[in-house]
């Protein structure tokens, strides 16, 4: 009985695939991450773009989180049925990247769409980490954010801290992170998220630091780290004995944190300006203020680095799909479109009209926070140090880092030790997926 | 439908008194029906799992690109390189650790409970569903229920812990980390095991029992002379069905959970499987490990069942 | 009836009811948490009792919240999630039931190999194996398909290892005296191993429909139709962890509703528990 029910459910697929392929209008299938209120965000706009024009139709299809996004594409490229356009996180950008053959850049797609491909309405921070070094913009950044810091007002009040005035270095916040811990106004005075993407890559481009050679990776896929520079120990070791009292927290590798700052356990907290939605909600009395830098680093603050993630187009599409593909982005660039992004979803704009825009409305004013990551992307032109970090595997190089800082706050080695071990395994694992 | 043969079967128990092994089996002597009733389970096995399988295990031997742009046949590289890693050792003593402690408090809670529900006679049926819906939890979603009771920085039963001055931070104390993954794959797997024991108690005869009652022994000797005993296929299935299941199907909690942290304080072999080869995306060796780790597994597997199987008496 | 005495059937009780708070205290905690605003939610600890949003929380949930999911009705992901549930469970018991049957009471060249064979199948995760399966699906046109969504996930090692236990306790006495009385395989298969089997059916049926119920990966892999997806994605689609905000509230409650249909599973299958398959003929 299993096989005739088999053989008729497989004949009946068939027919149902084939069923499915024979519309006028050209599909364009979108395969996304996104979840929560930016799972709507990304229906709406799939929504508006198919009404605004009847050639293309863009299917969004929800395929779990970063890293099973990613797997579903890579499975469906191999088996010759890649999605037009997938999601892919910050640090998968570099897997991306060394894809050439799997890839078709972004730059092109929008040029075929007869509108011409102008880099500089783009926001400079954002666009440089999605370029390749001679500044063929590779994927759409869709979903950025940058670090930024939050801080309990109800706390700084009771710990007797101007309020007003967040910390701006990372002296600063040690010094109140202390005084809330003292004076017993929280539990516990600072919390971060992210300690790898926020205390190693964008310290590095925050302060001007190099993060690796190779212009961090964008200039070269050979890359030799160097966090272990006497000002990342300065920094690490600062963190290290803050955790001995519990005047520093640590949350966990990425934004579990958020929880010990909504708590009210840590009166300073450390993430991305995307975690905003969640403060807002819990109706704390919150504010925020940029990433804080280190006064000893002399160019100190240059830029921070995005965060997020970037739509990219699979190579060996027809060029029908890839008309509809530019259309779609340029219906995404769109100012409006951006400012509202923006506006609803508390990622960056990724164009300056739509900063501007947004500038004008007076969104700013009334949501003060909103413009700070933006701000800290704008003010400098990115140096070869605050491009942005580029490896075929930095989500393992990552896990190195965490590894190490988990074993230095518990206690087992000092920020030296952890940092020269993460330089030295992350080094190796460098050289192993580049193929030396 | 069934008169005749339910009293040889009746008969049958107790011509033989217990249930004892009979090293040849009655069977019947049909030479080609057996191969039809395998057909449908083998078609599939063959087609979804052993083909896609021996994929992977190809991949052990190569060096590839996720895309399958560059490929490179590296032989025996990977495997060198993964058994020449100082950390897969450590991987080694976490998923021993691990695996026995998840399989044991498991099944021997899951054991007591069944017992427990067999006893007692009202509300068996509300005991029997409370235990098992737990296991309706998606493991997609069980995680993001375990971040929210014990995670220290936003579990509410964290910090109750933390309350008592006990200084629970699992994030940072390996041991507390361990304790954590093990009783959260623990737990998810109690409903199961539960189930099954409870079915396995079922088809026991209580006439055996009472038989042994009326003979004056105790509670506790008909447990562990009658019960037990009888017990013995469905606890072997069990035994080898969660060393499985702690050694392969657990990688989804420790992800949720711990991440593998602190350190490496809880990087089981699979979860550098699952991390090298779904997160990581390095697909050689992650393949190599699989390889190993298979190997490892169906040793242990024959084992189980060349050893511990001899003390299990069927019928 | 063995006397049993009032104080150890009162541990029993005891036993139970702990046991019971262990294992069901998270699905607890999430009832808790759907009764619960979004901001008692997000600045934990959280109470231990019931907060007073149950009906603001459920009925946003039911009538306006879940069927938010992607553009799709939850009762198309509902009907999905039971075809494939009912697809796994039906298939899966009756293609182990086979081959344990074949395994243990017939004698033939390769018994243990296939044995092995199907056995290992428990020892590699689709995680691993994703890449070349995909291919497969494929080629075999079993993308976006129901076929694609239970065939593969049929072949269950654990299935029919379960039947092998079970049969390997059966007496050879019964094949011998079944055999005399002149019944064939098909026979004794279906009078007398079937009714024995029952409550490990049972068991097994209410395993594997939950088994089907949960699957997230498998289905989020092998279907690009939104209306082919399931209430697991649709789930997990409402939850984000990081850069957005999560309706914590209403994801609660929907958690509380996927749950319901297992647990009806579990309800009707308690009365194929039932005591003495032996003594149930007296």
């Given amino acids: 009985m299993t096989f005739r029910g088999t053989s008729l459910s497989l004949a009946l697929a068939v027919v149902l695939a084939s069923s499915t392929s024979s519309f006028a209008v050209t599909e364009i299938s979108w395969w996304h991450a996104m979840s929560g209120a ?63 053959g799997a890839i078709k850049p972004v730059a092109d797609i929008l040029s075929m769409g007869g509108a011409k491909f102008d880099k500089s309405l783009y926001l400079p921070g954002i666009v440089a980490y999605y370029s390749k070094p ?303 | 439908m069934v008169t005749a043969p339910s009293v040889i079967l009746r008969a049958g128990l107790f011509t033989n008194g217990t249930f004892m092994a009979s090293s040849t089996r009655v069977t019947f002597p049909n030479k080609l029906l057996p191969y039809v009733l395998l057909a449908p389970q083998l078609a599939i096995t063959a087609i979804f799992f052993y083909w896609p399988a021996s994929q992977a295990i190809y991949q052990s031997v190569l060096r590839e690109d996720p895309f399958g742009l560059s490929t490179q046949f590296v032989g ?132 055996l029992i009472e038989a042994a009652a009326i003979d004056g022994a105790g509670e506790t000797k008909r447990f562990w002379t ?90 | 009836m063995i006397q049993n005495n009032p104080i150890g059937r009162l541990i029993a009780h005891a036993i139970l009811i702990i046991g019971i708070l262990i294992v069901a205290f998270p699905i607890y905690y999430t009832f808790i948490a759907s009764t619960q605003s979004l901001q008692e939610i997000l600045r934990p600890p959280l109470s231990l009792l019931p907060g007073g949003h149950f009906w603001e929380n459920y009925s946003a949930a039911l009538f306006g919240g879940v069927g938010r999911i992607g553009g799709v009705g939850v009762d198309r992901l509902l009907f999905n999630t039971l075809v494939m549930a009912l697809g796994i469970a039906i298939g899966k018991i009756c293609i182990s039931i086979l081959s344990a049957y074949a395994i243990v009471f017939f004698r033939f060249p390769g018994r243990m190999i296939f044995f092995w064979l199907i056995f290992i199948t428990l020892m590699l995760p689709v995680e691993v194996r994703i890449l070349p399966t995909y291919k497969i699906m494929v080629d075999l046109g079993l993308i976006d398909t129901y076929t694609g969504l239970i065939l593969p996930l049929m072949a269950s090692a654990t299935a029919t290892l379960l039947f092998r236990q079970f049969f390997m306790t059966i007496p050879g006495e019964l094949v011998e005296a079944a055999r005399v009385d002149g019944a064939g395989p098909w026979r004794f298969f279906k009078d007398i191993l079937l009714p024995l089997s029952k409550t490990n059916i049972a068991a097994l049926f209410v395993i594997l429909f939950i088994y089907g119920w949960t699957q997230y990966l498998w289905p989020l892999l092998m279907t690009n139709r939104n209306d082919m997806s399931t209430i697991v994605i649709g789930l997990r689609k409402m939850i984000s962890f990081a850069d957005a905000d999560t309706e914590w509230h209403l994801v609660m409650v929907t958690c509380i509703l996927a749950i319901l249909p297992p647990v009806l599973v579990v309800v009707l299958m308690q009365r194929w528990f039932v005591r003495g398959l032996v003594e149930t003929e007296k």
């Fill in chain 1, 38 to 100: 930016n799972n709507e965000v990304v229906n709406t706009l799939s929504k508006e773009f198919n009404e605004s024009q009847s050639d293309y139709k863009v299917v969004p299809v929800f395929k779990g989180t970063y890293p099973e996004t990613l797997n579903a594409g890579i499975a469906a490229f191999r088996a010759k049925q890649a999605p037009d356009i997938i999601q892919v996180f910050d640090a998968g950008t570099g897997v991306m990247m060394a894809a050439e």
């Fill in chain 1, 134 to 436: 001679d500044g063929t913009m590779l994927s759409f950044p869709y979903n950025s954010s940058s670090p930024i810091l939050y801080y309990n007002k109800d706390i700084f009040k009771k710990a007797g801290i101007d309020d007003s005035n967040p910390p701006k270095t990372w002296p600063e916040v040690w010094e109140a992170a202390k005084k809330i811990k003292t004076s017993g106004a929280a539990k516990c005075g600072y919390t971060s998220a992210w300690l790898t993407w926020i205390h190693t890559e964008n310290f590095a481009a925050w302060n001007n630091l190099p993060w690796g050679s190779n212009e961090n990776g964008i200039g070269g896929t050979d890359v030799e780290l160097e966090i272990n520079a006497p000002i990342y120990v300065k920094h690490f070791q600062e963190l290290a004995d803050l955790a001995k009292d519990g005047t520093f927290r640590y949350g966990g590798r990425t934004s579990e944190a958020k929880q010990l700052f909504l708590s009210g356990e840590c009166g300073i907290y450390n993430d991305s300006s995307g975690g905003l939605g969640d403060v807002i909600k819990s109706g704390m009395n919150y504010g925020t203020g940029q990433l804080p830098y280190e006064p000893e680093a002399k160019d100190a603050p240059q830029n921070t680095i995005p965060g997020g993630a970037s739509l990219w187009v699979f190579a060996g599409k027809s060029d029908d799909q890839y008309k509809g593909v530019a259309a779609f982005f340029n219906f995404l660039s769109k100012t409006e479109i951006q400012a509202r992004l923006h506006q609803v979803s508390g990622y960056l704009p990724v164009t300056l009209a739509a900063y501007e825009e947004t500038k004008k409305s007076g969104f700013y004013d009334k949501n003060p926070g909103r413009e700070t990551p933006i701000q800290q992307m704008m003010g400098k032109a990115p140096t070869e140090n605050s491009k942005g970090v580029r490896l075929v595997n930095l989500p393992q190089v990552r896990d190195i880092q965490n590894e190490e800082f988990e074993n230095m706050l518990s206690g087992k080695q000092t920020a030296q030790q952890a940092l020269d071990n993460a330089v030295k395994r992350g080094n190796a694992a460098i050289k192993q997926a580049i193929g030396q």
């Fill in chain 2, 76 to 207: 025996l590289d990977n495997f060198r390189r993964v058994l020449g890693d100082p950390n897969y050792l450590n991987s080694l003593q976490v998923t021993l650790i691990f695996s026995v402690a998840t399989a044991l408090i498991a099944m021997a809670l899951a054991l007591l409970l069944a017992v427990m529900a067999d006893k007692v006679i009202r509300g068996k049926g509300i005991y029997r569903t409370l235990m098992i819906w737990p296991y309706a939890v998606a493991p997609a979603i069980a995680g993001m229920l375990w971040l929210f009771l014990f995670n220290p920085s936003m579990g509410t039963l964290a910090y109750l812990v933390r309350s008592t001055g006990y200084n629970w931070d699992p994030l940072l104390n390996g041991d507390q980390a361990m304790v954590l993954i093990v009783s959260a794959a623990a737990w998810k797997q109690i409903s199961y095991n539960f189930l099954f024991f409870v079915a396995g108690l079922q088809s026991i005869p209580k006439s």
């Fill in chain 2, 226 to 315: 009658i019960v037990f005993p009888l017990l013995a296929p469905t606890t072997f299935f069990l035994l080898v069905v969660n060393t499985v299941y702690a050694f392969f199907d657990t990688f989804g909690i420790i992800h949720a959970v711990t991440g593998g942290g602190p350190g490496k304080a809880t990087e089981t072999l699979v979860y550098k499987v699952y991390n090298d080869g779904f997160v990581n995306l390095i697909l050689g060796d992650s393949a190599a490990q699989s390889v190993i780790l298979m190997i490892i597994v169906i040793g242990l597997t024959a084992i189980q069942f060349r050893y511990v199987e001899r003390k299990v008496h069927y019928g």
